[in-house]
């Protein structure tokens, strides 16, 4: 894949006039797609004869309108009027000029756009997750939500347009949703447009656009990496989260911004709703300490490029979802629980201060020790999706009472025998011994993962309150200078972590809380 890369990038340097000047497209619109729905507007584009005159025509149901542009170097551009969630509708363009030509799209939809992206969990399709063959014998009931998938393709200048197309726009099917592993198309980007739509009951459209195995600096733009001190780095990729047709990913070396320029920057037109992100297993040795940086700083950048892209129909802060790490391996100190940490841009929760607009599903409750694929690939992508779903509704939809987020502590406070946690929602909890831990320190400084930690057990089990006690055997309360939670890459077993909200039954996401200051 890596060669086929390279041959694609190499004829992507040639102007755009090496096809011609054929009348079409750009790649990513076609029969069954569905376009972002009113308020905003959906932007198209295609090639065309310089001079040109094109018109396109949309009609169906409630609206039909005509707009009339002209080929500008061998480009046409035109933004539709807003148009009511719903369809069918057709689309005619024709080019008039000296080689008339007409194009037919038929079977269009509106709807809300959602952008999938990352790496190998979210690449994971259909046909790889528990229960696959109910999955993929249920996918056709949902002809109104619809997928389509860029190839993988990497280049180090930015493209125009997507050098290949993995899945053209397509009704849902078994064949499409259930390719062969790390192929297409992703489960959870499935699962996620297919349970909203069960809330929508209005079309969704899928983008995929993901790689196994790649760093978030292949996804960033030079001006991320340049605010995250990374640019001009080579970033080696860590060695889980391959799969994904070029599967050996361990060693290799990713330039950086190559998947941006490639996969994402053809995509800036396109009028979406949201992003949906699955990725960090590569980072978690690689540039890990920096994702607290690169992580917003991409959200930030790609929020404006989408929105200036769009001719600002794609809103300047649209809504961000993405999964927190899942598990990888037992008994282990590897990195995952700084990783989980550093994709909340240190705060432990989304949104957030610094962190807009955005939503986590958390999934270190979800560990598949046998999964075929790996550890790092659980099949569980159900939960996953559905997670996010509660996140979409309540950050992108601003639907209230819907609750989304795991209990997160707001205070704790420190007795001579125990520490009282107090939570931000009412929390059900079973026994523990160790998934809290505390750090033990004479010193009034922060601890880190170097420090020495201590289990500490959880006191009062089995019951539903706002607050939980932890002792501190061993420790007097004064010297107590840190606390954690699941602060391991494999804290629990399947749904069954100590701490979950007693009302949505998600799980408490991991927190570390520092008594003193870095500068005291
Ligand atoms: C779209 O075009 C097809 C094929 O020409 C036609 O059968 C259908 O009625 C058209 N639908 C609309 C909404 O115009
Ligand atoms: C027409 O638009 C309305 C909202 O304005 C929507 O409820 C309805 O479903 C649309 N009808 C079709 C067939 O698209
Ligand atoms: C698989 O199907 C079974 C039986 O319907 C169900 O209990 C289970 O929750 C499903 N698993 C997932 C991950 O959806
Ligand atoms: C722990 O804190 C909660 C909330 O502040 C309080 O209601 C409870 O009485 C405290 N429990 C103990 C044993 O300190
Ligand atoms: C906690 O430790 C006690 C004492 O060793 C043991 O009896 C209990 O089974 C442990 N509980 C858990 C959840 O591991």
């Known amino acids: 894949m890596w060669c086929i890369g390279y041959v694609l990038l190499i004829l992507s340097f040639l102007p755009c006039g090496c096809s011609g000047d054929a009348f079409r497209f750009a790649s990513y619109y076609g029969d069954h797609m569905v376009l972002q729905k009113a308020p905003a507007g959906a932007v198209l584009w295609g090639y065309g004869s310089s001079g040109a005159q094109v018109k396109i025509l949309l009609s169906g149901p409630n609206s039909t309108q005509t707009i009339t542009t002209a080929v500008n170097d061998g480009i046409w551009k035109v933004r539709l009027e807003p148009v009511p969630a719903g369809g069918p509708y057709n689309l ?54 619809r997928v389509f998938q860029a190839a993988l393709e990497q280049s180090s200048v930015e493209l125009k347009d997507l050098a290949g197309v993995e899945v053209p726009w397509s009704r849902p099917s078994a064949e499409i949703l259930g390719g062969k592993d790390f192929t297409h198309f992703s489960a959870v980007c499935w699962l996620f447009g297919r349970y909203l739509y069960e809330t929508l009951q209005y079309p969704v459209g899928l983008v995929e656009s993901c790689w196994g195995g790649t760093p978030i600096e292949t996804w960033s733009s030079p001006r991320v990496l340049q605010k995250c001190g990374l640019l001009h780095r080579v970033t080696q990729a860590g060695r889980r989260g391959g799969g994904h047709k070029c599967s050996d990913s361990e060693g290799s070396l990713w330039r950086d911004s190559v998947l941006w320029n490639a996969m994402i920057h053809p995509l800036l037109p396109m009028t979406i709703k949201g992003v949906i992100w699955y990725q960090d297993e590569a980072n978690a040795q690689s540039n890990h300490d920096k994702y607290s940086c690169t992580f917003p700083a991409m959200i930030d950048d790609w929020r404006m490029m989408f929105h200036t892209g769009s001719d600002s129909q794609t809103a300047a802060d649209f809504p961000f979802g993405f999964v927190q790490l899942c598990t990888y391996r037992k008994h282990t100190h590897d990195g995952i629980p700084e990783i989980r940490w550093h994709q909340t841009a240190d705060y ?134 840190a606390l954690r939670y699941a602060w391991s890459d494999w804290p629990c077993e399947f749904k069954d972590c100590p701490v979950y909200s007693a009302d949505s039954a998600l799980p408490a996401p991991p927190f570390i809380i520092n008594r003193w200051p870095a500068h005291s």
């Open 348 to 481: 432990g929760y989304a949104p957030n201060q610094r962190m807009k607009n955005t939503f986590m599903a958390v999934a270190l409750d979800l560990p598949d020790e046998h999964s075929p694929w790996g550890s790092i690939h659980p099949r569980d992508k159900q939960d996953v999706a559905y997670r996010l779903v509660l996140g979409a509704r309540a950050v992108a939809y601003g639907e209230k009472g819907v609750s989304f987020q795991g209990p997160f502590p707001t205070s704790v406070q420190f007795y001579k025998n125990y520490l009282n946690i107090t939570y931000n929602q009412m929390i059900r909890t079973s026994p523990s011994n160790d998934t809290f831990e505390i750090c033990c320190s004479v010193y009034q400084k922060p601890c880190g993962s170097g420090s020495e930690w201590f289990p500490a057990a959880l006191q009062e089990q089995d019951r539903v309150s706002d607050s939980v006690l932890v002792s501190v055997d061993g420790c007097s309360a004064d010297s107590v200078a």
């Open 92 to 145: 005619t363009a024709i080019q008039k000029g000296t080689s008339s030509s007409k194009i037919l799209l038929t079977d269009l939809l509106f709807g809300d756009v959602w952008l999938c992206g990352g790496q190998s969990n979210m690449a994971f399709t259909l046909a790889q997750v528990y229960n696959a063959s109910e999955e993929l014998a249920d996918a056709p009931k949902y002809p109104n939500v």
